[in-house]
């Protein structure tokens, strides 16, 4: 398990990042570039990757410092060389060459397979699938061409928008401090204050939340009372509705909250 906004962080100042998997991909089966939809444990779709390349998986890929620096975040070569959780003895097998990580939330169900049936699980190696079709998909496609570590995607800003416009709806008092702040933690979608004057991080999902989103969370605010010295820091998640994962997350995290938001196009 990685954290993926090293991940994003690092291509942001890099042209390629290697991220190695498990299992074995047959590169002759494949054409390059191409793109990679990805989950992280389970649930929905969370990111678009482009991949440039597929390798085979080598420990110079952290140990040879010319390269590491090229291709790995920092946080990961640390990890490689103080060998948590046993790092180095997993059975990795290949490694796949990404030049672009992108938010995209999209249902991992309403993928159809190469040979033309739908998606029954998250799938734990890789599923070959077709690329959304219907015309949301397209839209995120399109959006999800710019870096995430540079800006968010049109569907985000524009929930985002909505969003700011009703803080006062969603908790009297709170208002905007911080948009997509930049911090070591990650990027913040919306830092806020309540009515007290203190932190509230607001993170947005577009679709259904996963419980992902309280670790993200929970890295933000840990990050804050370090920062500001204060313990006065809480979040809110604000997501279209709420699955299952993510409700059992909550029940271990009193200090957050999630909100539904539901739109209607007439």
């Known amino acids: 398990m990685v954290v993926v906004d090293d991940a994003i962080r690092h291509l942001a100042n890099h042209e390629e990042l290697y991220w190695e998997v498990g299992f074995r991909?047959?590169?002759?089966n494949f054409s390059f570039p191409m793109l990679g939809f990805m989950h992280i444990s389970g649930g929905q779709v969370e990111y678009r990757v482009a991949i440039r390349d597929i390798v085979s998986h080598s420990p110079d890929h952290y140990e040879d410092?010319?390269?590491a620096e090229r291709v790995k975040p920092e946080s990961w070569?640390?990890?490689?060389?103080?060998?948590l959780d046993d790092f180095r003895s997993y059975p990795w097998k290949?490694?796949?060459v990404m030049t672009e990580i992108a938010p995209f939330s999209y249902d991992t169900y309403s993928f159809q397979?190469?040979?033309g049936t739908s998606v029954q699980i998250p799938p734990h190696g890789y599923v070959r699938v077709l690329p959304p079709t219907h015309d949301a998909a397209k839209t995120l496609v399109r959006s999800a061409n710019v870096r995430a570590a540079n800006s968010p995607s049109l569907a985000e800003r524009n929930l985002e928008d909505l969003i700011i416009h009703q803080l006062e709806a969603i908790e009297p008092g709170l208002h905007l401090a911080e948009r997509q702040l930049?911090?070591?933690a990650g990027r913040l979608d919306l830092l806020c204050k309540d009515a007290n004057g203190n932190f509230v991080v607001v993170e947005l999902k577009r679709t259904q939340g996963t419980d992902q989103v309280v670790g993200q969370v929970l890295r933000y605010m840990g990050w804050l009372k370090e920062a500001h010295h204060t313990e006065g820091v809480r979040g809110i998640v604000i997501v279209a509705k709420k699955d299952q994962a993510l409700s059992y997350a909550l029940m271990a995290a009193p200090n957050v909250q999630v909100?539904?938001?539901k739109l209607l196009i007439q």
Do not use: V
């Not at 070569?77 to 060998?83: C, G």
């Open 259 to 261: 909100n539904e938001f």
């Open 65 to 67: 410092r010319s390269l």
């Open 94 to 96: 290949n490694t796949l």
């Open 77 to 83: 070569i640390r990890e490689w060389k103080e060998n």
């Open 182 to 184: 930049s911090t070591p």
């Open 113 to 115: 397979k190469y040979d």
């Open 25 to 28: 991909m047959a590169k002759d």
